[in-house]
């Protein structure tokens, strides 16, 4: 378990993103030569496709999403998530990024 993150972006909020500033919760890692970005979203969306690939072009994107206790739950590319089971919230480098 870890510390909740604050909650992500609606997926109306992201569907809408047409040159405003937003602000989101992600990390970019680097592990085993792949470099990807973890996005925090929403419980409900975590399994949505949405514009996150046009925040970080060229990365494979994994979805984080938390439920009230902070448990996260990871979607994604199954290696990534695999591997991102294993690391304590508290060790992934987490930043708030603003897209205009």
Do not use: C, N
């Amino acid at each position: 378990m870890g510390r909740p993150l604050q909650g992500g972006p609606s997926f109306r909020e992201l569907e809408e993103f047409k040159g405003e500033e937003m602000r989101i919760q992600a990390a970019v890692v680097k592990e085993q030569r792949v470099t990807f970005a973890i996005v925090v979203v929403k419980r409900h969306l975590i399994q949505s496709t949405f514009r996150a690939r046009t925040l970080f072009p060229g990365m494979p994107i994994v979805l984080m999403a938390q439920d009230g206790r902070g448990t996260p739950t990871y979607y994604g590319t199954r290696d990534i998530v695999k591997f991102l089971s294993r690391v304590p919230l508290r060790a992934i480098p987490w930043k708030t990024y603003t897209f205009s």
